[in-house]
């Protein structure tokens, strides 16, 4: 029987407007070998440079291309017509340039981290180690979900991280978690879910990688740098899992790093897991992202080929990754479905419930999809959770006392924050970036960020750093030594 066809909302009240992933229609010659006068050699200098640059980025493309002739296929599952026109039929999203290819318009991807166990799959016995071992495979249910933007028109990539335990309608399956999505019918599904989730958003293209592979694809980018919160100590001898990690600033190889995304003991349980996902997406993209990465694409393809799965191109893929290179890190939003816990007792199903009002307006504030109610900026309905990092109590009750002066009725202290931070964080922790470029600009310090890193009930976190303690003092004329 074919996939029954999604349908997203245009406007409040209107539904069945149109098909996931559609919009409705609307009516030099060689320079000769000549003496170069000396008060030239500078001008010459960079010109050398920059058809070098060139050069580099021509090979790059040359590569690239080789690769995409010469290598598997990055595609490892077949899709019926049904389940490509759940992604548009692959209607083109990019265009080869001279030098490397290019967007053409705003993309929206979903990106699906699985995690398979043998105890997942029907083994032979030969097969059976005595324990559940990861398997590369992309069957199963997925461990990270993400819907990333690429919009070249406004210059910004927009993350948004949903929670695998969130409940919602799987076509086929009832209202149940969105991860199973994956194990009863792939990617398409898994698509269809999402849409139904996220106001009828279209999505242009999908990427599967395995456990696996991303802890090779971290490998082959040289590591990552983050901040482990706590000591993180976890032992489960029926999958190998060895969790061994120190609090503090490190560079984790890459099984490091699945040992940091993996641990999932702490109060927040899955929504942790998501927060700490987004500080290792962070580091990577401050660490990794730049044209170095470009041209290590081909080796970087090859190391984690057979661990992918995704109906993008090579070509499509150099293009979102070229944009990614050379998006302003400001610009880089990360999000996550807003909603809460469910109350689940002993022999209840834990869920992530969304929630639908605040998913309209960050679907239109951040995804251009559907109109949602514009976010609320009036600084005495903001909800400003603190976390101090500088460990001066009078420092953050000062600030306390500043901001409720300037009309922030809601402003309290959550918790301290562990990593010492040189610059305050101001995390629009709902997504609403306005209120928080408001808030900076009344402290007068700090930077703003589109993530979820800081209270979950706030619509602002201020994780606080030592400029503070440079702003006080100087205004109370003291010095600093």
Same mark, same amino acid.
């Given at each position: 029987?074919?996939?029954?066809?999604?349908?997203?909302?245009?406007?409040?009240?209107?539904?069945?407007?149109?098909?996931?992933?559609?919009?409705?229609?609307?009516?030099?010659?060689?320079?000769?070998?000549?003496?170069?006068?000396?008060?030239?050699?500078?001008?010459?200098?960079?010109?050398?440079?920059?058809?070098?640059?060139?050069?580099?980025?021509?090979?790059?493309?040359?590569?690239?291309?080789?690769?995409?002739?010469?290598?598997?296929?990055?595609?490892?599952?077949?899709?019926?017509?049904?389940?490509?026109?759940?992604?548009? @039929?692959?209607?083109?999203?990019?265009?080869?340039?001279?030098?490397?290819?290019?967007?053409?318009?705003?993309?929206?991807?979903?990106?699906?981290?699985?995690?398979?166990?043998?105890?997942?799959?029907?083994?032979?016995?030969?097969?059976?180690? @005595?324990?559940?071992?990861?398997?590369?495979?992309?069957?199963?249910?997925?461990?990270?979900?993400?819907?990333?933007?690429?919009?070249?028109?406004?210059?910004?990539?927009?993350?948004?991280?949903?929670?695998?335990?969130?409940?919602?309608?799987?076509?086929?399956?009832?209202?149940?978690?969105?991860?199973?999505?994956?194990?009863?019918?792939?990617?398409?599904?898994?698509?269809?879910?999402?849409?139904?989730?996220?106001?009828?958003?279209?999505?242009?293209?999908?990427?599967?990688?395995?456990?696996? @592979?991303?802890?090779?694809?971290?490998?082959?980018?040289?590591?990552?740098?983050?901040?482990?919160?706590?000591?993180?100590?976890?032992?489960?001898?029926?999958?190998?899992?060895?969790?061994?990690?120190?609090?503090?600033?490190?560079?984790?190889?890459?099984?490091?790093?699945?040992?940091?995304?993996?641990?999932?003991?702490?109060?927040?349980?899955?929504?942790?897991?998501?927060?700490?996902?987004?500080?290792?997406?962070?580091?990577?993209?401050?660490?990794?992202?730049?044209?170095?990465?470009?041209?290590?694409?081909?080796?970087?393809?090859?190391?984690?080929?057979?661990?992918?799965?995704?109906?993008?191109?090579?070509?499509?893929?150099?293009?979102?990754?070229?944009?990614?290179?050379?998006?302003?890190?400001?610009?880089?939003?990360?999000?996550?479905?807003?909603?809460?816990?469910?109350?689940?007792?002993?022999?209840?199903?834990?869920?992530?419930?969304?929630?639908?009002?605040?998913?309209?307006?960050?679907?239109?504030?951040?995804?251009?999809?559907?109109?949602?109610?514009?976010?609320?900026?009036?600084?005495?309905?903001?909800?400003?959770?603190?976390?101090?990092?500088?460990?001066?109590?009078?420092?953050?009750?000062?600030?306390?006392?500043?901001?409720?002066?300037?009309?922030?009725?809601?402003?309290?202290?959550?918790?301290?924050?562990?990593?010492?931070?040189?610059?305050?964080?101001?995390?629009?922790?709902?997504?609403?970036?306005?209120?928080?470029?408001?808030?900076?600009?009344?402290?007068?310090?700090?930077?703003?960020?589109?993530?979820?890193?800081?209270?979950?009930?706030?619509?602002?976190?201020?994780?606080?750093?030592?400029?503070?303690?440079?702003?006080?003092?100087?205004?109370?004329?003291?010095?600093?030594?």
């Amino acid at each position: 029987m074919p996939a029954r066809k999604t349908y997203a909302r245009p406007q409040p009240g209107q539904r069945n407007a149109y098909p996931v992933g559609k919009k409705p229609e609307r009516n030099a010659s060689p320079v000769g070998k000549k003496p170069v006068r000396k008060a030239h050699k500078g001008r010459w200098l960079w010109l050398w440079l920059g058809f070098t640059g060139v050069s580099m980025l021509s090979a790059t493309a040359g590569a690239l291309l080789a690769v995409s002739l010469s290598s598997t296929p990055l595609l490892q599952s077949s899709l019926s017509p049904d389940e490509e026109a759940v992604f548009g @039929g692959n209607e083109k999203i990019s265009r080869s340039s001279l030098r490397l290819p290019e967007l053409t318009r705003p993309v929206n991807i979903l990106f699906l981290g699985v995690k398979v166990l043998t105890s997942d799959l029907n083994t032979s016995p030969e097969e059976n180690l @005595g324990y559940h071992a990861l398997v590369n495979s992309f069957e199963g249910l997925s461990d990270t979900m993400l819907l990333l933007r690429f919009d070249p028109e406004a210059k910004k990539l927009n993350l948004l991280s949903i929670p695998r335990d969130t409940r919602t309608y799987v076509e086929g399956y009832g209202v149940t978690k969105i991860n199973a999505a994956n194990a009863n019918g792939g990617p398409a599904l898994t698509a269809k879910a999402t849409s139904e989730l996220l106001e009828g958003v279209g999505i242009d293209r999908y990427i599967r990688v395995n456990v696996q @592979g991303v802890e090779k694809l971290i490998d082959a980018l040289g590591g990552v740098t983050v901040y482990v919160p706590k000591d993180m100590k976890y032992r489960d001898e029926s999958q190998h899992l060895y969790i061994n990690l120190k609090e503090g600033k490190q560079h984790l190889n890459g099984e490091q790093a699945m040992q940091f995304l993996r641990f999932r003991y702490d109060k927040f349980g899955d929504v942790g897991r998501v927060q700490r996902q987004q500080t290792l997406m962070r580091a990577l993209m401050e660490q990794a992202l730049n044209p170095t990465t470009l041209a290590r694409m081909p080796k970087i393809l090859s190391v984690i080929q057979s661990h992918i799965d995704t109906n993008l191109s090579v070509e499509e893929l150099v293009a979102l990754v070229g944009f990614a290179v050379q998006t302003e890190r400001s610009n880089a939003q990360m999000l996550m479905v807003p909603g809460r816990f469910s109350d689940s007792g002993p022999k209840e199903i834990s869920y992530w419930l969304p929630n639908r009002r605040r998913i309209r307006e960050m679907m239109a504030t951040h995804f251009d999809q559907g109109y949602g109610d514009a976010l609320e900026a009036d600084p005495a309905y903001l909800n400003v959770a603190i976390q101090d990092s500088t460990g001066e109590p009078e420092a953050v009750e000062a600030l306390i006392t500043s901001l409720r002066e300037a009309g922030y009725r809601n402003v309290y202290m959550y918790e301290s924050w562990r990593e010492p931070l040189r610059v305050t964080r101001i995390v629009a922790q709902q997504g609403d970036d306005g209120s928080a470029a408001a808030l900076r600009a009344t402290m007068g310090f700090g930077e703003v960020r589109v993530e979820s890193t800081g209270n979950l009930n706030s619509d602002i976190t201020i994780q606080l750093g030592r400029d503070w303690l440079q702003k006080s003092r100087s205004a109370r004329g003291l010095v600093n030594f």
